[in-house]
């Protein structure tokens, strides 16, 4: 795997012109890889720009160190995308030319020339972390806080079970040059929007338990989204809320997404298969965490998932 | 520094009969600390044992590892006690007879003969660690697992401004040691007690904000603690709900002890001193987080807070 490393080291410093494509809906893992790498390049007095799908406020600061550079685009290579279908927008202009591929997804099946993925990478950017230091790369403030900012949102600033003790010691490394882990940590955990907060409210009213509590349903209505003025773009993390309260081995989320037409978040305990649980209306995904579509009216909806929780319980 | 920690490790190979206490309303970091210590000193073959004012249920299995002993305490030892008041009910029987005090609060009042208080120690049982490989005590899984639970939970998982890249290598080492992280994440950091959900549900319709939403009030009144059934103890973590929402400055959190008497709980950005605020109320505390009482009807204490707000934003 060094190996491979090395020759994703000695590609980059081969060519240059970069376009360093991220995934739609982006978060801190793959900007961050992406703001770090067009840094490092630039260092290595390269050019190279950073395509996205636009960048989420919260996301600004990592842009700080990178210098806006004319250029005709000769090499693309794309970072944390596990398929060319998370470019969104961007795909019909990219897909089929990239170059290099570096992925931390198993599941990875972008089609290049190069590729380098690391499954057991919490983050992309711990890829990146090594693959800077073998190019010899100096790790400034600025990529510093990208890399940092990888690390800590892929794996809930460490509480996710992808976390490693290498991690870890890439994490304790960043912090030593002086990334701002305060700030970062600030935004990315500890702060609530005013919407966020009334969507939580809204939602905790919703909760319903059956099973002897082992199952918990929350709904987020078209109702409610409008009530609370948040679009579906905001509705991120929502689906664990359910599954996180005591004795809930399996968590489930309805989002209305047109009027009688539900998508469904399951998130299970290790004990319950969300993958077989959601393969029985047509959906699918991982043991603890799957999906499907159901139509019907809000109350058709639960019943059907209560029945099938009965089922599996 | 390392000088002492010999001190302490010496110390605790000449001596036997060992009782180590911890402090009241006890953390994962005074428990874990004593579980750890006392697992380590039987493993040298010696009796010793931990004195709690209980042991809360998420914390039962930290002391998995240890063998009941019956024997005469000769050797008293505090960790993570930063003064004699906070060993609640066991305070009449141990002031004035620690032997050796294992502290990381820089404020730490203990009088004992042996004091090893490093402030730069993020939880307590960093210090146990390093203490740990001076002493050759093989690390078990037991011992283990209870260093992570005092790391993690008095950094809110790696989260919180005390964590150093030193913390995070400690934790890389402990994980490597086997211990289950999966299982205390998902315990100290992922559930949700129903009460907890019935309560953060009252306690966001008790919401209020001012001075151009800049500073956020809750209100937990003896009245929600009865209907939603929690105690006191139980009302841990609330103070930080005001603070986190986006925007706000300074976060307050009045809890209703008596009837008009309010305790407050106030939590603070870099750009407001809350202990300079809680002064001016006769209470105190630190620069970001402090705290003072009140007394008069909850319309009246709210009324004082605002204006005195109003004064410093």
Redesign the interface.
């Known amino acids: 795997m060094n190996n491979e490393l090395h020759a994703v080291a000695r590609f980059l410093r081969e060519r240059d012109c970069f376009e360093i494509l991220t995934h739609a809906y982006p978060d801190g893992d793959t900007l961050g890889s992406g703001f770090a790498l067009c840094m490092a390049l630039q260092q290595l007095g390269k050019q190279a720009r950073v395509i996205t799908t636009g960048v989420p406020k919260d996301f600004t600061f990592l842009q700080k160190g990178i210098v806006p550079q004319k250029f005709t685009a000769q090499t693309v290579v794309s970072v944390d995308v596990a398929d060319v279908k998370l470019l969104g927008d961007n795909r019909a202009q990219y897909e089929g030319r990239i170059d290099l591929c570096i992925d931390h997804h198993l599941t990875n099946r972008v089609d290049a020339p190069l590729k380098y993925v690391d499954g057991s990478a919490a983050a992309n950017c711990e890829i990146l972390f090594k693959l800077f230091l073998l190019m010899g790369v100096k790790l400034d403030r600025g990529i510093a806080n990208c890399l940092y900012t990888g690390v800590s949102t892929d794996t809930g600033?460490?509480?996710?079970?992808n976390?490693?003790?290498?991690t870890?010691?890439i994490?304790?490394?960043i912090?030593?040059l002086g990334c701002d882990?305060?700030y970062i940590?600030k935004v990315m955990?500890?702060?609530?929007?005013?919407k966020k907060?009334a969507l939580?409210?809204e939602i905790?009213?919703t909760?319903e338990f059956c099973c002897r509590?082992r199952c918990a349903i929350i709904s987020v209505t078209l109702d409610i989204c409008q009530r609370v003025g948040v679009s579906d773009g905001e509705l991120e993390g929502l689906a664990s809320i359910p599954r996180?309260?005591?004795?809930v081995l399996i968590g489930i989320t309805l989002r209305e997404k047109a009027k009688d037409d539900f998508k469904i978040s399951v998130r299970s305990d290790e004990s319950v298969n969300a993958a077989a649980f959601c393969a029985r209306f047509g959906g699918g995904g991982h043991a603890a965490a799957a999906g499907c579509s159901i139509k019907g009216s809000l109350e058709e909806v639960k019943a059907k998932l209560k029945a099938a929780v009965e089922e599996i319980l």
């Open positions: 600033c460490f509480r996710y079970t976390t490693t003790s290498e870890l010691r994490a304790a490394d912090i030593d882990t305060a940590n955990f500890e702060t609530k929007t005013r907060l939580e409210r905790y009213d909760m509590e996180r309260i005591e004795g």
